[in-house]
């Protein structure tokens, strides 16, 4: 078992920068990534092969997001701090 006590720096993403016409572009793709050395883990992401890309949305802006997903199985565009208006909410 590798020693848990192992420091690597934390990969924070960057930025996505918006497209014309207010679009956004997320890409499922695997990777491998190295938590421990000399270690490689499988990994998901999107626009990158760990984590996720990263937006800030103006209130009230509107926007369109394209997923494209290159992982050769379906997946789930999973996001946190978005409302979506929809018929129970």
């Not at 590798?2 to 996505?16: C, G, H, V, W």
């Not at 050395?37 to 990158?48: C, K, L, M, P, S």
């Amino acid at each position: 078992m590798y020693d848990s006590k192992r420091e690597n720096e934390l990969a924070i993403p960057n930025k996505l920068e918006r497209e014309k016409d207010v679009t956004y572009t997320f890409r499922a793709t695997k990777g491998t990534i190295e938590f421990f050395d000399e270690v490689e883990t499988i990994t998901y992401g999107y626009n990158g092969s760990f984590l996720r890309a990263n937006v800030t949305i103006e209130k009230d802006k509107k926007i369109k997001i394209k997923l494209e997903n290159d992982l050769g199985e379906e997946t789930i565009f999973h996001r946190h701090g978005l409302e979506v208006a929809g018929e129970h909410v």
